[in-house]
């Protein structure tokens, strides 16, 4: 409700303002929104309030700490790599310590300048907080000088690039219990004002030490997607990201904007009879049917991908039956042809050859007293019910019952490793591969990491030599090597199905510049320096 209110307190503001003016009401909102690009000023209904506040210390650099924190490294727009506060590193001959220099021109909002010892500060604090972020792979971290920072693992681990691109750097000097709901970073912009549960207001860092924003002042708020797309419509907002389905619709003085992402979206598969063994969660694995693996081939064969790129999507994305088709280190191979995939008839022969038929005519599959049933959980989210959906809907043309509900994650996580689960990923990381297939994963310390219990030792093996390379271009090989087994070629433990597009209702005039492709979850904020009014 706080949310929708914002948006009647955003029109009744402007309209007030016109009607004590003697302005038109009809000619309100263009008036205000024109006032916003003369002031290079922006209103966004993108991105989710922060639960835990602005602190990157107690998890991850999401969204919209993007704005106020920098960090050590950022991908680029190719998915490589470059420095944000670093300007190098160097790994040491045994691969354990990784030392990284800065630049000398950064400087907190408040003056003060970014030292290693504030970057040291940052990873201990987050290490010992135990968030969202895996930080084990750190034994210590020594202060050089300065500019100079160490980090020596405990373990040889090629991907830790990823880590130095996680945490916003935060200042040691102004950290207190009160630092989540006033922060203070190196980033592009300064939070100016924070009401909580309908925006924040955010003013350019005029100490910033990169590109200064175009936008000088940016208010976010928090909105649902259809409030949001009204906003814009209405001319309370200039920008929201919205769905397919409402960029279906004609906006006078509004464009669309399509932003190619890595988001994707499949369902995961319990990977092993249900024997009545415990992960290391303690929760109990196993489905007698999706362990088959002539049911996981048969519906990775049968989905029509681009029925659902078209249908729930709108247009707004595209196939994806690996969940890496825009990754530097998609295995080509792997990669289901037009013809292996939305074939009914392909996926029978599959069952057929498995042993699956309906011996008692009920119009359901079975095999050995089994019949091919199972259930799909999901939880609330863009698409995802109506993608569910095709999935049950292709499974029932094959004889295959699949129960749909909608949970929480809550109620996922005790059954999380006996029922199919369906899920969303991608990170732009190659270690995502690690946490989706790497069979010591299975029921640890990040219970949606392999939930289905995959293990296979030839996959495990590649992941292996790839965490033990030293660097990511070396591990490339052995990232990609992993996939013949962990892919619907090989071992199939996912059926995926699209890559979703991050569609925006943008004003006329307003770009978003050059942005980075979208992982999941957004990182829309990471070229905001770009963002203009032309």
């Known amino acids: 409700m706080r949310k929708r209110t914002m948006t009647v307190l955003l029109l009744t503001a402007l309209l007030t303002a016109c009607c004590a003016s003697g302005v038109n009401a009809q000619e309100a909102v263009p008036e205000a929104r024109a006032a916003r690009m003369e002031n290079a000023q922006l209103v966004a209904a993108i991105g989710e309030e922060p639960e835990e506040g602005f602190d990157s210390t107690t998890g991850g650099h999401g969204s919209l700490t993007r704005l106020i924190f920098s960090t050590l490294f950022r991908r680029d727009k190719g998915l490589g790599w470059e420095g944000d506060l670093a300007t190098g590193y160097e790994v040491s001959e045994d691969k354990l310590t990784w030392t990284v220099t800065l630049r000398d021109d950064a400087f907190f909002s408040d003056g003060e300048p970014v030292t290693a010892q504030d970057v040291a500060f940052t990873y201990q604090s987050a290490k010992e907080s135990g968030g969202d972020i895996d930080l084990t792979m750190i034994d210590h971290i020594d202060v050089i000088d300065d500019k100079t920072v160490a980090f020596t693992l405990t373990r040889v681990y090629s991907p830790f690039m990823e880590r130095m691109s996680y945490l916003g750097i935060v200042p040691e000097h102004a950290y207190n219990e009160t630092f989540k709901d006033y922060p203070i970073g190196s980033g592009p912009y300064v939070l100016a004002q924070w009401d909580k549960g309908q925006q924040i207001i955010c003013t350019a860092n005029e100490q910033y030490y990169g590109e200064q924003p175009n936008i000088r002042q940016l208010t976010v708020v928090f909105m649902d997607t259809d409030t949001a797309f009204a906003a814009v419509e209405s001319g309370a907002a200039d920008v929201a990201q919205i769905n397919g389905t409402l960029a279906a619709k004609k906006v006078d003085g509004a464009q669309i904007i399509d932003i190619p992402s890595i988001e994707c979206y499949g369902v995961c598969f ?22 088959d693996i002539a049911i996981r081939k048969a519906m990775n064969a049968a989905v029509d991908r681009q029925r659902i790129v078209d249908g729930v999507l709108g247009g707004y994305g595209s196939v994806s039956t690996t969940g890496l088709e825009k990754m530097p280190w998609l295995n080509e191979d792997t990669v289901l042809s037009e013809d292996e995939y939305a074939n009914t008839e392909l996926a029978k022969s599959i069952l057929e050859e498995g042993g699956w038929a309906d011996t008692d005519g009920d119009g359901v599959l079975d095999k050995d007293g089994v019949k091919a049933e199972f259930d799909l959980l999901y939880t609330d989210g863009r698409y995802r019910q109506e993608m569910a959906l095709e999935f049950v809907n292709v499974a029932k043309e094959l004889g295959i019952i699949v129960n749909l509900e909608k949970v929480t994650w809550d ?20 270690s995502e591969l690690f946490n989706l297939y790497y069979g010591g994963n299975a029921g640890g310390p990040v219970p949606w990491d392999n939930g289905g219990v995959y293990a296979n030792p030839l996959c495990d093996e590649q992941i292996d030599k790839a965490l033990e390379s030293m660097d990511e271009k070396e591990a490339l090989q052995y990232w990609k090597g992993c996939q013949e087994y962990a892919s619907a070629k090989g071992d199939a433990p996912y059926c995926w199905l699209v890559n979703a597009n991050h569609v925006f209702l943008a004003a006329d005039g307003f770009s978003f510049g050059n942005p980075v492709i979208q992982p999941h979850g957004g990182r829309i904020f990471d070229n905001v320096t770009e963002w203009s009014w032309e």
Request: charged share 20%; aromatic share 8%; glycine share 14%.
């Open 411 to 430: 109620t996922i996580l005790p059954v999380i490793h006996t029922s199919a689960v369906f899920y969303g990923f991608g990170s732009g990381d190659p």
């Open 270 to 291: 319990p990977m092993i009879p249900a024997e009545g063994k415990r992960a290391e969660d303690g929760e109990l694995m196993g489905n007698d049917v999706t362990s």
